[in-house]
């Protein structure tokens, strides 16, 4: 190489890198959440759903702080390990991944809806709050570690739809949310359907005019697709048999966010497929699926299980990239696995994005091993205006961070 030609290169070299975001590479730790772009990470616990997502302005949204109050044979293992509980976990990935932000803090937490796996569990084994008002176990444990701007869930604040949820861990999360909003000040909404001011960029959203967080869908009332109108889906519960009213699954939040031209859809455990004798709307998925049209990118409804992903969905929300929550070996079933690679429902190409794969699943289906990723936390960065985005593996069994793999531009 010629001396000129040196500095020529080295000069593009340093231009590079100083405007460039830093790349990815497997082997080293991920690199920070970069300003302008939207981080979207799938954390894998084994014991449940969380996802962290960081919005170009900075702004925090944690959705779901899963913790199974125990395990079986059929359930794949704690991650990183079972020395700690799944919430403890959460936050202290949660504060790595924050380590930009000199106080770490969720300016929003969503839960999609009342499920252990989905806001945690407390068992016998589950140390009091400080203030001994409810136990620590996911959400709770989160609430108790880092402070939160607002809460939304789908019940606040009679928490009575379709009857009242009394069982123990909502109990626990009832008594949680009491206690933070009466001794320290926590918001607390219900999530309402149609809308897209309640989840906003609070840090610098004149600078980010392209991004929304479309609320979509909550207790059977559905987005529209037109301005902020909604459906209700379920009928009136008096002209229902109760064998038959919405269960907790059916009433999970579902939301759409987007960026420029990359959208990205999250609902919870909502179903598709009923067994037979079900009435035609205890499948959500469908209108659901009209009002959000394609998206670049979904998590699986319900970790993949049998009664979703009908096939109007899949091909009407057809992304690029499905990401998975495993916590079990039914996660995901076989006829959900078909449906996601036919490409008579959707053409080109997609792939599929596991947190871990049950060893009983990966004899059981035909083609699973097609899989993208079958073991680490899922984390989607989105380009600034979110003209690309691509997919980051990161080694779920340690705190190190690794990246083990890396997809996209
Ligand atoms: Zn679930």
């Given amino acids: 190489m010629n001396t000129r030609l040196f500095f020529l290169s080295a000069g593009l070299l340093i231009a590079l890198s100083l405007t460039a975001r830093a790349e990815d590479v497997a082997g080293t730790p991920?690199?920070?959440?970069q300003p302008g772009s939207v981080d979207i990470h799938q954390i894998s616990t084994g014991r449940g759903n969380a996802g962290l997502y960081i919005f170009p302005d900075g702004t925090t949204l944690l959705v779901d702080a899963g913790e199974l109050p125990a395990k079986t044979a059929q359930h794949t293992p704690d991650r990183p390990d079972g020395s700690r509980p799944a919430g403890e976990w959460i936050v202290r990935y949660i504060r790595q991944a924050l380590a930009h932000d000199p106080q770490p803090a969720l300016d929003y937490v969503l839960l999609t809806h009342f499920h252990d796996d989905h806001m945690g569990g407390p068992s016998d084994k589950s140390p009091a709050s400080s203030s001994g008002a409810y136990?620590?176990?996911g959400v709770t444990q989160v609430g108790e570690s880092l402070k939160i701007g607002k809460?939304?869930?789908r019940g606040w604040p009679d928490y009575n739809y379709p009857q009242p949820l009394d069982d123990a861990a909502t109990k626990n999360y009832r008594a949680f949310v009491k206690w933070q909003t009466e001794h320290k000040g926590l918001k607390v909404e219900c999530f309402a359907p149609g809308r897209a001011d309640q989840v906003v960029l609070c840090r610098d959203a004149?600078?980010?005019p392209d991004f929304q967080f479309r609320n979509v869908g909550a207790n059977g009332e559905i987005w529209t697709g037109e301005g902020t109108a909604t459906q209700k889906h379920f009928p009136p519960l008096e002209t229902v048999p109760r064998a038959l009213w919405p269960h907790e699954n059916m009433c999970s939040i579902s939301f759409r966010l987007s960026y420029g031209k990359f959208d990205f859809f999250n609902g919870g455990d909502i179903p598709g497929v009923s067994p037979k004798?079900?009435?035609a709307w205890h499948d959500v998925e469908t209108p659901v699926a009209k009002a959000v049209g394609p998206v670049d990118a979904a998590i699986l409804d319900h970790h993949g299980y049998l009664d979703t992903h009908n096939e109007f969905f899949v091909g009407t929300l057809r992304p690029r990239v499905w990401t998975l929550s495993v916590w079990d070996a039914h996660h995901p079933t076989a006829g959900v696995w078909q449906r996601l690679q036919s490409t008579e429902i959707?053409?080109?190409?997609?792939d599929v994005f596991a947190t871990d794969l049950h060893p009983d699943n990966r004899k059981a289906i035909e083609g699973i091993d097609k899989l993208a990723s079958q073991a680490g936390h899922i984390v989607l960065r989105v380009a600034p205006g979110g003209a690309s985005f691509r997919v980051v593996i990161v080694d779920d069994t340690s705190e190190s961070r690794r990246v083990t793999k890396v997809f996209g531009p």
């Fill in 30 to 33: 991920l690199s920070a959440w």
């Fill in 135 to 137: 136990k620590l176990a």
């Fill in 151 to 153: 809460l939304l869930d």
């Fill in 206 to 208: 004149k600078k980010y």
């Fill in 277 to 279: 004798g079900r009435p």
């Fill in 346 to 350: 959707y053409p080109g190409p997609r």
